[in-house]
């Protein structure tokens, strides 16, 4: 079973390598406490209603508290994330994962 959360990550345009920013993106874990993916792009907060966007603020303002991730530094991928791809993307993820 994966999880996933809220991470800020250090990363770089292509286009202006050395120009590093911060951002808040989607991290996916597996059971080893791994990553194994995270979204494309970096994420914004949405809800519904204005009490879901203020819980996802506050889920964002978690990952301010925990170590940052450095792009260059994390393993490849199994998975590419978009925020599109909805709740398959962890059943995606699960089954990539048990392959050997």
């Known amino acids: 079973m994966t999880h996933w959360n809220y ?4 990363a770089s345009e292509d286009s202006k390598p050395g120009e590093d920013y911060y951002a808040i ?14 979204t494309e792009n970096e994420v914004a907060p ?5 009490d879901e966007l203020a ?13 940052i991730l450095d792009i260059t530094k994390m393993p490849t991928p199994v998975a590419a994330v978009s925020r599109d791809d909805g709740p398959d993307i962890m059943v995606a993820i699960d089954g990539l994962m048990t392959i050997d």
Do not use: C, F, S
């Open 55 to 67: 819980a996802d603020l506050r889920h964002m303002a978690e990952a301010l508290v925990m170590p």
């Open 25 to 38: 993106y989607e991290v996916y874990y597996n059971d080893k406490q791994e990553v194994v993916a995270w």
């Open 46 to 50: 949405m809800g519904i209603t204005p």
């Open 7 to 10: 991470r800020v990550v250090r």
